[in-house]
């Protein structure tokens, strides 16, 4: 039975080690608001119409931002979706071409 305990022990070390070793990952990933989604995980179709419209992150002008578009809606913090984009995921800090004053 003593071993089982040692087991144990090291099964929670080990996780507790494991999780730590992940939270960089998933920090970066919240934290950084230009990563609200993974470039590689776009579809081609996503990929050209975000070039097409000149999309960029972050925004030059603090002024002109995903954020404050008319096409823009929240969707969690730093990040929303975008009308013209069929409601891809952008970040709020982003910009393209088509940018329109939210009214
Ligand atoms: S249309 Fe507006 S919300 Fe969509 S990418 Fe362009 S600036 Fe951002």
Partial sequence: MPAAKHQDHVWTRRSALTLLAMLPIGFTGIGNAAECVDPASLSAAQ???????????????????????????????????????????????????SWAKKG
């Fill in 47 to 97: 990929k050209s119409m975000r070039k097409s419209l000149g999309f960029r992150a972050p925004s030059a002008d603090a002024a002109k931002r995903c954020s404050v578009c008319a096409f823009f809606t929240a969707a969690q913090p730093g990040c929303g979706k975008c009308a013209l984009l069929s409601g891809g995921i952008v970040p709020a800090e982003g910009l393209c071409d």
